[in-house]
C-alpha cells in the first residue's frame, strides 16, 4: 500500500506543485524551465539488481518449498546459490560506472579513495552489526565476524582501489575513425577506448594509432578486440592472476593436520566418514584458526553430513575467489563503457573462454581421480 501511495504522489506531485505555484504567482514561464537531463543509469544493470533482489526474497523466504531455491549442502548448484556472485557481479561493474563518472567531473582519485575506503567500514560495520540479528541473541564471545556484507566490502574496497590506480579517465575527443571517439586521457597523452595510444599533438587533425590491432564494425565505429582489451588492464589481470595462484597454493598445498592435502570436502559423514575433522579444507581450517568461536556455526552440509566443525561460507580465503568475481563485473563495465559496437562479441568471446577453460579445469580433475 506504501508504494503504490508513493508512486501515486511521485505521478501527481508535477501537477500539484505547478497549481500550488500558479496561485501564489510563482509559476515561471514554461519556456524559462531549465530542461531535464536524461537519465544516464544503465537500464540494463537496474533489471539485471532488480532481478537479483527478488530471488534474494523468495529465496530468504522459503523459496516456496522447491527444493532448487534452496542452496546446494556441499557440491552442487541451485539457483539460490546464484544470487550472492550477481551481487558480487554488479558491485564490480558499478565501480567502474562509478569511478569513470567521477574522474569525468575531475573529482580527485584520492578523493575517490578516500569515498570507497568510508563506504568499505561502513559495511563491514553494518554486517558485523546485522550479525546479532539470531534467535535468543549473541554473546561477544561467539560473535559472527565473516559475513556476505563484510565480504562484499572488502572486494569492492580492493577492485575499486585497483580500478582508481590503473584504469585513467575516458573522455571523448572529436572525430576519429568515422565518428565521435571515446578515448582515455592519462596526463598529457591520450588512449583510444582500446587502450592504443594516440599522437597528442592537437595541431595534427587526424590522429594516427599504432600498428595495434583495431577493428571496426560494419557501421564504420571503432570496436576493440580481445588483445586490446587484454593490454589495456594488463595490471589487472596481472593481480588477479596472482590472486588466483594465492588461493590456488593454499587451497592444494597448505598442509592441514590430520586431513590430506587439497581436501575440499565437506567432512563429517562425506566421503564416506574418513575425514570428519576436515570440514572446508585448508579454507574451514584457517578460519578456524583465526576466528575460534566467531564464525558461522551452522553451516548449510551440517543437516546432511552431521559435521561437528564450524564452517563460514564467506570465511577469509573465500575473499580471493570473491575478488575475482567482482572483477568480472569491472571487466564487463570496461566493455560495456569503452566499446559501444561490438559489446555483444566481446561478451561471447570471453563467456566461450571462460566455458573453455572450466571444461579443460574439469577434466584434469577427473584424470587426477
Not at 593454499?250 to 576436515?278: E, H, R, S, V
Request: glycine share 10%.
Amino acid at each position: 500500500i506504501l508504494i503504490v501511495l508513493i508512486v501515486m504522489i511521485n505521478k501527481q506531485y508535477p501537477r500539484l506543485r505547478e497549481e500550488v505555484l500558479k496561485k501564489l504567482g510563482k509559476w515561471e514561464p514554461e519556456e524559462e524551465k531549465k530542461e531535464e537531463k536524461p537519465s544516464t543509469r544503465l537500464n540494463s544493470l537496474d533489471t539485471f539488481r532488480g532481478l537479483a533482489i527478488t530471488t534474494m526474497i523468495f529465496v530468504n523466504f522459503g523459496g516456496g518449498k522447491y527444493y532448487f531455491m534452496e542452496h546446494a549442502a556441499w557440491n552442487g548448484l541451485a539457483v539460490a546459490d546464484f544470487v550472492f556472485p550477481w551481487f558480487m557481479f554488479m558491485v564490480g561493474l558499478s565501480i567502474v560506472l562509478s569511478t569513470q563518472s567521477q574522474l569525468k567531473r575531475n573529482v580527485a582519485k584520492t578523493v575517490i579513495l578516500k569515498k570507497v575506503t568510508i563506504r568499505f567500514i561502513k559495511l563491514f560495520l553494518i554486517g558485523i552489526f546485522l550479525n546479532t540479528a539470531v534467535p535468543g541473541g549473541v554473546e561477544l564471545s561467539n560473535w559472527r565476524i565473516p559475513g556476505v556484507l563484510q565480504r562484499i566490502g572488502f572486494t569492492f574496497f580492493v577492485c575499486s582501489v585497483l580500478e582508481v590506480l590503473f584504469i585513467p579517465r575516458l573522455t571523448a575527443v572529436d572525430s576519429f575513425g568515422g565518428g565521435e571517439r571515446l578515448t582515455v586521457a592519462a596526463d598529457d597523452n591520450e588512449y583510444n577506448e582500446c587502450g592504443k595510444f594516440l599522437n597528442d599533438n592537437p595541431d595534427i587533425p587526424e590522429k594516427k594509432i599504432s600498428n595495434w590491432r583495431f577493428g571496426h564494425s560494419s557501421n564504420g565505429e571503432a570496436s576493440c578486440t580481445g588483445k586490446s582489451l587484454l593490454f589495456h588492464t594488463w595490471p589487472q589481470w596481472i593481480i588477479m592472476s596472482l590472486f588466483t595462484g594465492l588461493w590456488c597454493a593454499i587451497t592444494f598445498a597448505m598442509p592441514i593436520p590430520g586431513c590430506p592435502t587439497g581436501y575440499l570436502g565437506a567432512g563429517g559423514l562425506a566421503d564416506d566418514g574418513q575425514y570428519p575433522n576436515c570440514t572446508g579444507g585448508a579454507a574451514g581450517y584457517i578460519d578456524r584458526l583465526i576466528f575460534g568461536p566467531n564464525m558461522y556455526q551452522h553451516p548449510t552440509c551440517k543437516a546432511l553430513y552431521r559435521t561437528t566443525h564450524a564452517y563460514d561460507p564467506e570465511g577469509l580465503l573465500g575473499c580471493l575467489t570473491g575478488i575475482i568475481t567482482v572483477y568480472s563485473g569491472v571487466l564487463a563495465g570496461h566493455i560495456i563503457v569503452t566499446n559501444k559496437s561490438s559489446r555483444g562479441g566481446t561478451l561471447i568471446k570471453l563467456v566461450v573462454l571462460a566455458g573453455i577453460t572450466g571444461r579443460r579445469r574439469r577434466g584434469s580433475k577427473q584424470e587426477a581421480a
